[in-house]
């Protein structure tokens, strides 16, 4: 729309729950920080791809002054996505609003 941008990225493989648990967390831990270097430094992580790029779309987020709740990554039976918005004004609202208010006018 001309008040943002949605930009959508599937891959034809679930999330294992494990695996979601420790990006969830990655999630809720990246809100609290504004560099990814302290991320790093105080979440060091050994295991497959240490939820950086996760943390470091939510500080760059944060940084443009994006509500990084506006990231979302959804695991369905057989597909992950991966989902961000942008803003351009004021006007922009949420997928995640729509979805809410249309489920809500719904019952």
Known sequence: T???LVVEVSN???VIEEEEERMREKMKKAMGYNDIAE????????TEGAGLGIALI?????SEN???HLFRVMTREHE???????????NYISMRSKELKENHLGN
Do not use: H
Request: negative net charge; proline residues 9%; hydrophobic residues 40%.
């Open 39 to 46: 991320f790093y430094m105080d979440n060091m992580d050994n």
């Open 80 to 90: 992950t996505i991966a989902r961000v918005e942008i803003p351009f004004n004021e």
């Open 58 to 62: 939510m500080i760059l987020l944060k």
């Open 66 to 68: 994006i509500d990084p």
């Open 12 to 14: 034809n493989t679930p």
């Open 2 to 4: 001309m008040d943002g």
